[in-house]
């Protein structure tokens, strides 16, 4: 039997926009507090803009890395990282 391509699940910029005020809104009422935002390219870069607004954090980065050829995933390749930081207490948005 011949294997299926992956389903993709799309949602509209309205539904995005109103998950990610969610998320900022229970991040908050957690009484979580972040330095900054890193956002990883092509998939976190728009919802890490509307966290840092949704919680008034101004420090925003990104992250380039690459996993998959095509539609396969393999090793993560890190192609940008974030300068002068280990990460702690930063929000990863992917």
Same mark, same amino acid.
């Given at each position: ?35 900054? %935002? /890193? ?8 919802? &890490?803009? !509307? @966290? ?12 380039? %890395? /690459? ?8 090793? &993560?390749? !890190? @192609? ?15």
């Amino acid at each position: 039997m011949a294997q299926s391509a992956p389903k993709e699940y799309c949602i509209s910029w309205d539904e995005l926009h109103r998950d990610t005020r969610e998320l900022a809104r229970r991040l908050l009422a957690e009484g979580r507090h972040f330095k900054g %935002i /890193a956002g990883i390219a092509r998939g976190g870069l728009i919802p &890490a803009t !509307i @966290l840092g607004r949704e919680m008034n954090i101004r420090l925003i980065d990104s992250l380039c %890395i /690459a996993s998959y050829d095509h539609q396969s995933q393999g090793q &993560a390749n !890190i @192609l940008k990282g974030m300068p002068d930081t280990d990460g702690e207490g930063w929000l990863l948005v992917d």
